[in-house]
């Protein structure tokens, strides 16, 4: 069983940075790929990237591509999503999922309670 806290939200200005981190607990942290998820107001969740148990390959959504940096820490149980060039369009609930598939973009059993990001002038 994995558990799953992210932090890291909060308002910013457009074109501003954000770092969402997500800690997990359980033993199996490090053998589990793990992704960033986000649901805006009225529209479905969408995966925003996706990065290996071994941390050697990624996966992002073509939109946000030079963007958003997806990166784990085993050592830490963590991983982060770094966000630049910010846009009112990324504001959302950004989630964590644990165990996904790399290969197959299926979502994980895993997931954390999410962390509001609001891009706002």
């Known amino acids: 069983q994995v558990q799953l806290v992210e932090s890291g939200g909060g308002l910013v200005q457009p074109g501003g940075s954000l770092t969402l981190s997500c800690a997990a607990s359980?033993?199996?942290?490090?053998?589990?790929?793990m992704g960033w998820y986000r649901q805006a107001p009225g529209k479905q969740r969408e995966l925003v990237a996706a990065?290996?148990?071994?941390?050697?390959?990624?996966n992002y959504a073509d939109s946000l591509k030079g963007r958003f940096t997806i990166s784990r820490d085993n050592a830490k149980n963590t991983v982060y999503l770094q966000m630049g060039g910010l846009k009112p369009e990324d504001t959302a609930v950004y989630y964590c999922?644990?165990?996904?598939?790399?290969?197959?973009?299926?979502?994980?059993?895993?997931w954390g309670q999410g962390t509001q990001v609001t891009v706002s002038s």
């Open positions: 359980g033993s199996i942290f490090s053998a589990i790929d």
């Open positions: 990065i290996s148990n071994g941390g050697r390959t990624t």
């Open positions: 999922n644990g165990g996904l598939s790399l290969a197959t973009m299926r979502q994980g059993p895993y």
